[in-house]
């Protein structure tokens, strides 16, 4: 596996973006030896998530990883383990060439919105030609704002002593209008004058802002579901949660005489907790057959989930207006 390190900004964090193409009928031994892999990197330490994307429409079965670590010093030290060897020696078989990973330190991270994508491109820029790259950069950047449903780029230098890679994370809001961008003249253009300034270049694309609460890297098929399906969940757990709170801690606090704005405080950090670390949990592991993309994939998942989401909001607002009218 080759091994691209890109630092961005001084934010003390560390995420690897991990492509690599499954050989045909080998997806579910990849899935298998992909959710070993996790297991082994939630155990060491620093360990922060992984979400792993399954391929988009047209993209040749190419799956993207993405680990995240609380430093860079924790992510290399995965990396360079030789349990991470042994992994990478026991599935070599199950992709069509060497995987590639792109390492990214720093940056900000990207902000949810609906049916985002996001694209990876790592260039090799040529010696002596790196300000020649950034004024490039700078004109495609420029470029990109012009295009609909562009959402931002972030550019990573190389890490000294690492590898000479440059690497570009950019957004947009859509699948669509990023391979409209893709595959644009203006790109191509761009291309054309940019191959002055680097030998060859790699484009990966994700099709997530790289969730938080959705993560299902224990099972098959793990990725992040669509942003209304996890909207919906939300709502489903975070209802309950905030009406028992209101009648149990809130009258608490309300008979202590606590200040409103200090009662709020307390019960978003209650509540935020428990769907954390309880509620969302459960429901994703309740709704999986609904979340996950790869066992979503028949229309009657897709009824029947978004039924049983409905009815559970039906009977959370039944249960609640019957509790509420006794005790008011």
Same mark, same amino acid.
């Given at each position: 596996m080759s091994s691209?390190?890109?630092?961005?900004?001084? $934010?003390?964090? $560390?995420? !690897?973006?991990?492509?690599?193409?499954?050989?045909?009928? @080998?997806?579910?031994?990849? /899935? @298998? *030896?992909?959710?070993r892999t996790n297991q082994a990197a939630r155990e060491f330490e620093g360990?922060?998530?992984a979400e792993v994307f399954p391929p988009g429409a047209g993209d040749e079965n190419e799956w993207v990883a993405v680990f995240r670590f609380s430093g860079m010093d924790r992510l290399t030290a995965w990396l360079d383990s030789s349990r991470r060897q042994e992994l990478l020696n026991e599935g070599r078989g199950l992709?069509?060439?060497?995987?590639? +990973?792109?390492?990214?330190?720093?940056?900000? =991270?990207? /902000? =949810? $919105?609906?049916?985002?994508?996001? $694209?990876v491109i790592?260039?090799? !820029?040529?010696?002596?030609?790196? /300000?020649a790259f950034l004024n490039?950069?700078? &004109?495609?950047?420029?470029? +990109?704002? &012009?295009?609909?449903?562009?959402?931002g780029s972030e550019l990573f230098k190389p890490v000294e002593g690492v590898q000479e890679h440059?690497? !570009?994370?950019?957004?947009?809001?859509s699948r669509e209008h990023l391979d409209h961008w893709l595959t644009s003249d203006v790109r191509t253009k761009l291309l054309e004058e940019g191959s002055k300034y680097f030998t060859s270049y790699d484009v990966r694309k994700v099709d997530s802002a790289f969730s938080g609460w959705f993560q299902f890297d224990h099972g098959k098929g793990g990725g992040a579901p669509p942003n209304w399906k996890q909207a919906m969940s939300v709502v489903l757990a975070l209802y309950p949660t905030v009406m028992v709170l209101n009648l149990t801690v809130g009258v608490g606090l309300e008979k202590l005489t #606590? @200040?409103?704005? #200090?009662?709020?405080f307390l019960s978003n950090v209650l509540s935020v907790s428990?769907?954390? *670390?309880?509620?969302?949990?459960?429901?994703? @592991? !309740?709704?999986?057959? *609904?979340?996950?993309?790869?066992r979503a994939a028949g229309r009657r998942a897709q009824v029947l989930g978004t039924a049983v989401v409905l009815l559970g909001y039906l009977v959370s607002i039944v249960v609640f207006g019957l509790i509420t009218h006794q005790i008011w």
């Open positions: 691209r390190a890109s630092r961005g900004s001084a $934010a003390d964090n $560390a995420t !690897v973006v991990t492509s690599q193409k499954v050989r045909e009928g @080998r997806t579910d031994e990849y /899935q @298998r *030896w992909q959710d360990f922060v998530d992709f069509e060439g060497p995987p590639t +990973q792109e390492v990214l330190h720093g940056g900000s =991270p990207a /902000q =949810p $919105a609906p049916d985002v994508v996001t $694209a790592s260039h090799e !820029v040529k010696p002596g030609c790196e /300000q490039w950069q700078e &004109k495609t950047l420029k470029a +990109q704002q &012009k295009t609909p449903g562009f959402m440059w690497v !570009v994370v950019f957004r947009f809001d #606590i @200040r409103e704005y #200090i009662g709020l428990a769907l954390t *670390w309880l509620l969302m949990p459960i429901v994703n @592991r !309740v709704l999986a057959f *609904w979340l996950v993309p790869s």
